[in-house]
């Protein structure tokens, strides 16, 4: 049996082993949940076998691989090393995906905003005919200038019947007059031409226009589409005025 006076000898050698082996204890368990919660890498090689490591694995730098949770859990995978060919060929694929996303977008957003435009066949014949006949007022200005000069030149032609026998003896300012006349009358016929071509120009667009709303205005659940759904697009241009 220990006396009170050797068991107060021993006390501090009793506690300085507690203190130790608790230590000892807590680095321990702290290095256990370390190594517990370390994740594992895994993947297949080239050969088929399952590979797996607590860092990246360097035989499966050409193919993907798995990070994986203490859980058991798939944290990330790690796509595969590529080559500069492989990266730039990849860059340009996703940027030719990313340009596919922008172009589809911009489409829907074009699409919206002509619905908002024409929600019914009405408001889109009413602007065509809105457009076609500034057109026509403009042919129309321009023809009565083409009418006004083949006047002139009519007076011009018959001022010149008086020199009929020698044409040389006309006045320089006569000729002048008719040369005058003769460009002017060219840059009108060339001008109603051009506009002639823009009515055709308004014309298509206004029909490819109608062909796209036609597909839109059932999905948008508008009610004044179904009679656009049957009605002949009116995509006949007006005719010229006379010149």
């Keep these: 049996m220990v006396s009170i006076k050797d068991f107060l000898l021993l006390l501090p050698r009793l506690v300085k082993n507690v203190v130790i082996t608790g230590t000892v204890a807590v680095a321990a368990l ?19 076998r399952k590979v797996t490591a607590d860092r990246p694995i360097a035989e499966c730098r050409d193919r993907a691989q798995r990070e994986i ?36 977008v911009e489409a829907k957003r074009r699409d919206r905003a002509l619905v908002l435009r024409y929600p019914s066949r009405d408001t889109h014949d009413k602007e065509r ?19 006004e000069l083949s006047a002139q030149r009519k007076a011009i032609t018959d001022d010149l ?16 007059r008719l040369e005058e006349n ?6 009108q016929k060339r001008f109603i031409a051009e506009q002639d071509m823009e009515k055709k120009r308004v014309n298509l667009r206004f029909d490819e226009e109608l062909g796209k709303l036609r597909q839109l205005w059932p999905m948008a659940g508008l009610e004044s589409s179904k009679a656009a759904l049957v ?10 005025p006379k010149k």
């Design 30 to 48: 702290s290095l256990s949940s370390t190594v517990f919660a370390q994740a594992i890498y895994s993947c297949v090689d080239g050969s088929g």
């Design 69 to 104: 949770n203490p859980s058991g859990t798939v944290k990330r995978v790690l796509e595969p090393s590529l080559t500069a060919d492989e990266r730039a060929a990849k860059e340009e694929k996703e940027k030719r995906a990313a340009e596919l996303r922008e172009r589809e």
């Design 129 to 147: 005919a809105q457009a076609l006949g500034q057109i026509d007022e403009v042919i129309n200005a321009v023809s009565k200038r083409a009418t």
């Design 161 to 176: 019947q008086f020199y009929k026998s020698d044409p040389t003896r006309a006045p320089a300012t006569l000729k002048r």
């Design 182 to 187: 003769d460009s002017n009358q060219e840059i």
């Design 231 to 240: 009605t002949a697009p009116a995509s006949a241009p007006a005719s010229s």
